[in-house]
């Protein structure tokens, strides 16, 4: 059976564990060798689109990338029968698109790998690439304590999932109708996972080895802006509420950044903060991923 990745939870936790081990190969085998990726943008992307796009030259392969209006979803023809199309050129698809559903049409459609490249619900690329900057960092993952501060986004669901199978502790501190829902608290747990939930920035971070943030409006809420930056007041991640974790805390936010709302440019910027490696990681993840699931049988 063809396996895609949709949501960090499509992997059981060894599995997560060997694509984590996978993208530290940084001389993979080319197993892309005159085969293409196809990658699908219904949203703008920097990060994602050209992390992917060097994985898949690295993995010797030639990426496409083809912007939605292009390929007319859902218009000129449906998902399922781009995925097919798509399936007939290129060894896996990648697709960054509004509605989760359309990924899951996708997936159900083509008989190559699909990768998530971030949906409404999920971002499991970024989430590999933030195991992977947290394990840089201090040499493990099992036992940390990481902190979600802010909007309960695609980004958070899918580092939630990835760090409860990677053996984290996760505290989501989130503003009241903006944090996670009582199924996706269940969904966190369902493996054994240690979660809280709690409506204050300090509680969540107090003790924290990681701290984590996001935008407050994502791709698609941009008219939501006014509403939410007034409900997100005393959400900002500044260096007063990293004193907050633990000594050697780190700060990781997957950008694009808001200086001064979800973050202080005196905290992203700052000493403890690991962005840069967190985007570079972007790329190893996509490698892994994708030479990870071209062997699956
Ligand atoms: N972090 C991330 O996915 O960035 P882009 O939206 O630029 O791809
Ligand atoms: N939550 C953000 C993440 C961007 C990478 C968004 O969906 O816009």
Redesign the pocket.
């Known amino acids: 059976m063809t396996r895609h990745l949709l949501e960090v939870d499509d992997l059981t936790p060894s599995e997560l564990a060997a694509v984590l081990a996978r993208c530290r190969d940084d001389a993979p085998a080319p197993a892309l060798a005159g085969r293409g990726v196809a990658l699908l943008f219904e949203k703008?992307?920097?990060?994602?689109?050209h992390s992917t796009e060097m994985a898949v030259v690295q993995l010797g392969g030639h990426p496409v990338t083809v912007r939605a209006d292009e390929a007319g979803i859902d218009g000129r023809e449906t998902a399922e029968d781009v995925a097919r199309t798509l399936a007939c050129y290129h060894a896996a698809i990648g697709a960054r698109v509004f509605a989760h559903r359309t990924l899951e049409r996708m997936a159900g459609a083509a008989r190559v790998p699909v990768v998530n490249l971030?949906s409404d619900d999920s971002?499991p690329l970024?989430a590999v690439a933030d195991l992977l900057t947290i394990e840089d960092e201090f040499g493990h993952l099992d036992g940390l304590v990481l902190a979600w501060v802010g909007d309960h986004t695609n980004v958070a669901r899918s580092l939630g999932l990835a760090a409860v199978a990677a053996g984290l502790s996760v505290r989501l501190g989130c503003p009241p109708g903006y944090g996670p829902s009582e199924v996706e608290v269940d969904r966190l747990r369902a493996g054994g996972g240690d979660v809280k939930v709690c409506d204050r920035a300090v509680e969540a971070v107090a003790g924290a080895d990681v701290v984590v943030t996001d935008t407050w409006y994502s791709m698609g809420q941009e008219g939501e802006a006014e509403v939410r930056r007034r409900a997100f007041e005393g959400f900002t991640v500044d260096p007063a509420l990293l004193d907050r974790a633990a000594p050697g805390a780190i700060l990781l936010h997957?950008?694009?950044a808001h200086r001064g709302e979800e973050v202080a440019a005196e905290a992203l910027d700052g000493p403890r903060s690991r962005v840069w490696a967190e985007a570079t990681n972007?790329m190893h993840a996509a490698r892994g991923v994708l030479s990870w699931l071209l062997e699956q049988p």
């Open positions: 703008p992307s920097t990060r994602t689109r971030l971002h970024q997957c950008l694009p972007r």
